[in-house]
């Protein structure tokens, strides 16, 4: 392969998004579009944020062998093409794949070459004021995050780089570096 295949895994709300959207302004990083089952968000675009489809389709997709990883994620599903993957790698690119700890482990052992990165929070109250603040979720759902954040962290050891994300200009430049961008 002649690209770079990247992994940017952490706590819902930890930043992977915002970390994400600034390192694809370089016009040789992609971010991957996830499938998933779960239904849009007011400001998501189909194609755009995700590929939305429904439970029949992501289950006929798992049979055929099209995804890369997948994984169930607060009772949701969110897989990764395996077809976007490969031409993506295929044309050089530097791929990222912002997905959770269990979809981390599925791709680390079809592609032990990949960059693994864990993005934390500073701390838990940050991490929970961010949730907050995003106003996507009720406060059952807010908990519900920070429990999953807590059983997320035990896996950060299987990342090779951990980076704690506090200023967002920090955590780019050391992302860069990890990817050898200068």
Do not use: W
Not at 12 to 28: A, D
Not at 89 to 115: C, M, T, W
Not at 131 to 139: A, D, H, W
């Amino acid at each position: 392969m002649k690209g770079k295949l990247v992994i940017i895994s952490g706590p819902s709300g930890c930043g992977k998004t915002t970390v994400c959207s600034h390192l694809t302004q370089e016009p040789n990083i992609k971010k991957s579009i996830s499938f998933t089952t779960r239904a849009p968000r007011a400001y998501e675009k189909d194609g755009v944020h995700y590929h939305f489809i429904s439970r029949d389709a992501f289950y006929k997709r798992i049979d055929e062998g099209r995804f890369a990883e997948y994984a169930e994620y607060c009772g949701n599903l969110y897989g990764t093409s395996l077809d976007h993957l490969t031409k993506a790698l295929e044309n050089g690119l530097i791929y990222l794949l912002e997905i959770d700890v269990h979809g981390a482990s599925q791709i680390r052992k079809k592609f032990p070459e990949v960059i693994t990165i864990f993005l934390i929070p500073p701390d838990e109250e940050t991490l929970e004021e961010r949730l907050v603040k995003r106003n996507t979720n009720n406060k059952a759902e807010v908990d519900e995050r920070l429990e999953i954040a807590k059983d997320e962290y035990k896996y950060r050891d299987n990342y090779k780089h951990c980076i704690v994300n506090d200023k967002l200009d920090d955590t780019i430049k050391k992302i860069r570096k990890v990817l050898e961008l200068g």
